[in-house]
């Protein structure tokens, strides 16, 4: 099992940008798949985009392209999610998830299956 934890989230103005970090440890193999999802109040999680340590491989939701980029620092074993021209909405919490082996893992992840998560940070977005 992965553990997991996040930083880095906090109140921002709309069209700021923030970049929430995650740690990962305690995990099997060498490379392993993460993402970050998003929860609005009331609303189901949704994947925001992954990425494979093993060979920088992404995924970005369609909402975020342009303005999200996911990025890994292996040494450290963070992964980051830079976030530009963010939009003045309800609070909403920023999940840090893993999935390992890498095989399959976009799979496990779009589907939440066999996948650990982070605790959340939390990212107000002011108006």
């Known amino acids: 099992q992965v553990h997991l934890v996040e930083s880095g989230g906090g109140s921002v103005q709309a069209g700021g940008s923030l970049r929430p970090s995650c740690a990962a440890s305690e995990y099997t193999y060498s490379s392993i798949c993460m993402g970050w999802f998003l929860q609005a109040p009331g609303k189901d999680r949704e994947a925001v985009a992954f990425i494979s340590t093993a060979g920088d491989f992404t995924y970005y939701a369609d909402s975020v392209k342009g303005r999200v980029t996911i990025s890994t620092d292996n040494a450290k074993n963070m992964a980051y999610l830079q976030m530009n021209s963010l939009k003045p909405e309800a609070p909403a919490t920023y999940y840090c998830?893993?999935?390992?082996?890498?095989?399959?893992?976009?799979?496990?992840?779009?589907?939440?299956?066999?996948?650990?998560w982070g605790q959340g940070t939390q990212v107000p977005v002011s108006s």
């Open positions: 998830a893993a999935a390992q082996p890498t095989i399959m893992c976009f799979v496990k992840l779009h589907l939440r299956k066999s996948i650990d």
